[in-house]
């Protein structure tokens, strides 16, 4: 069974920059496409990003377009989202997800402020 645990979240300012990782146990990971959700205080919890299993392929909500970045290393069973241009409503919990199951990171709390 895959694990994931995130890290890398912290207080920033906006316009600043994080990056967020999230380590896979077990050797299957590159066996699964992988997403990075977020949820907000009191919002639903929503997809930021997505990518292939190979990585050749990744998917973005408008909102973080141009600004995030995510990618992954399969040697070394690690997600990451690299987040720049940090805005005040980027501000939540990010979780990492194995695309089309219910494995999810405990999350990391990613704060912007002002």
């Known amino acids: 069974q895959l694990q994931l645990v995130e890290s890398g979240g912290g207080l920033v300012q906006a316009g600043g920059s994080l990056r967020l990782s999230c380590a896979a146990s077990?050797?299957?990971?590159?066996?699964?496409?992988m997403n990075w959700f977020r949820q907000a205080p009191g919002k639903e919890r929503e997809f930021v990003a997505g990518?292939?299993?190979?990585?050749?392929?990744?998917s973005y909500i408008d909102s973080v377009k141009g600004r995030f970045t995510i990618s992954r290393d399969n040697a070394k069973n690690t997600l990451y989202l690299q987040m720049n241009s940090l805005k005040l409503e980027d501000t939540a919990v990010y979780y990492c997800?194995?695309?089309?199951?219910?494995?999810w990171g405990q999350g990391t709390q990613v704060t912007v402020s002002s």
């Open positions: 997800n194995a695309d089309l199951t219910s494995i």
């Open positions: 077990g050797r299957t990971f590159n066996s699964y496409a």
């Open positions: 990518i292939t299993r190979g990585g050749d392929k990744t």
